[in-house]
């Protein structure tokens, strides 16, 4: 059957291995435009990433309207931008990104976060080598020990003979 006009194409039967398109017609057969693309993809729900290359086939149909045509590995696929769907998840909240967004993120991550073993080396962890660090010293609060309203100089200073700009350096140094 036609996909264009619906309607019923006898297509003779061909031999195997031999291909059914007259070699006339191939040679006068123009080629279908093909834009090759990647995107980059990050779910939203899940927090999965990544990367897809799609081939996308620019055809005329039989009434002369366009449209397009999306593969991907070579397979015909969704348009990745109308409704994109999570591969890990299956949620629709995506978000699109031009090519090497994805692998640019995990190459960070990777070298923030997985040291490199170097090659040769057997044997175990050297001691310290993934300890705690002791929790930092904290220095002590002067003079109100409660939550609620302090009233000027309870801290122990006259605040009164001291000028604005002392005022503000002092403040400053205790922050």
Known sequence: ????ADTPVPVPAAAPGAFSIPAAAAATAP???TVHEAYSFACMKCGYGWE???AIEH???GNGQPFIR???DGERVPSPLSNPTCLNCGGHIVRIMRAGQVSSVLGMLDQLYHHPVAPGIAGPVPAGENLPRPPKQRRARRGHEGP???APGADGEDRRGKGLGARLRGLFRRS
């Open 70 to 72: 999306y593969t991907a």
């Open 148 to 150: 609620g309203p302090v």
């Open 1 to 4: 059957m036609s996909e264009i």
């Open 31 to 33: 080629a279908v435009p």
């Open 52 to 54: 897809q290359a799609y």
């Open 59 to 61: 055809h005329v149909d």
